[in-house]
């Protein structure tokens, strides 16, 4: 499951990878202003991302980076954008292996 939210007020596109993470041990940026991945145990937990209309791109570079699913992002983003100061979940399913 994702958790999107898109705070206007604050101009600021939020991820949650888990549910309930509550703490995190850090964060590492993926440049060096707009993009945030936080960790817990060593694990990405959550990406920020600031001013999203303008820097959805290192999306793709934080999924790249970290180990992530970059469509998931993506696709978490749009239906956050598209769905201002709410709560959007997503459930992201893994591809079937091809045989």
């Known amino acids: ?20 993470a509550g703490r ?37 570079e934080a999924a790249e980076r970290f180990g992530l699913d970059g469509e998931a992002l993506a696709s978490a983003a749009r239906a956050a954008l598209a769905a201002p100061d709410r709560a959007v979940v997503l459930s992201v399913l893994a591809r079937p292996a091809v045989a």
């Open 1 to 20: 499951m994702m958790r999107a939210e898109y705070d206007t007020e604050a101009n600021a596109l939020s991820i949650d990878l888990v549910e309930d």
């Open 24 to 60: 995190i041990d850090g964060h590492e940026t993926v440049d060096d202003t707009y993009c945030h991945v936080a960790f817990l145990d060593d694990r990405p937990v959550s990406v920020e991302l600031l001013n999203p209309a303008d820097h959805l791109p290192l999306l793709a």
